[in-house]
Nanobody
Framework: QVQLVESGGGLVQAGGSLRLSCAAS????????MGWFRQAPGKERQIVAA????????YYTDSVKGRFAISTDNAKNTVYLQMNSLKPEDTAVYYC????????????????????WGQGTQVTVSS
């Protein structure tokens, strides 16, 4: 089992920045590919960004490209999402996720790819 603990959400004005963190713990065989998803009120959960085990490959949904950055600290089994130039439409509950895998180069984009999920952290961007 893998446990995920998220932190860093909050309320920020448009144009501001937040940094989300997600620490993974637990005993596993394999490495962690990680992702961030978000769910706005009345909408389905969607992927925001993802990164492979090696930290060498990333994915961003179009609406956050150039504003958000995903990174990992493998020594700490932690994934970060740096969010800059935030917009009101970024308001959502953000979830981190982990896929325990033996494929270091794979970047996973679908919810069903991920084995474990964090509890979610609220990000609210005021206009």
């Amino acid at each position: 089992q893998v446990q995920l603990v998220e932190s860093g959400g909050g309320l920020v004005q448009a144009g501001g920045s937040l940094r989300l963190s997600c620490a993974a713990s637990g005993r596993t065989y394999g490495c962690y590919a990680m992702g961030w998803f978000r769910q706005a009120p009345g909408k389905e959960r969607q992927i925001v960004a993802a990164i492979n085990c090696a930290g060498s490959g990333t994915y961003y949904t179009d609406s956050v490209k150039g504003r958000f950055a995903i990174s990992t600290d493998n020594a700490k089994n932690t994934v970060y999402l740096q969010m800059n130039s935030l917009k009101p439409e970024d308001t959502a509950v953000y979830y981190c996720s982990v896929q325990v895998t033996l494929t270091e180069g794979a970047v996973y984009l679908q919810e069903y790819d991920y084995n474990y999920w964090g509890q979610g952290t609220q990000v609210t961007v005021s206009s």
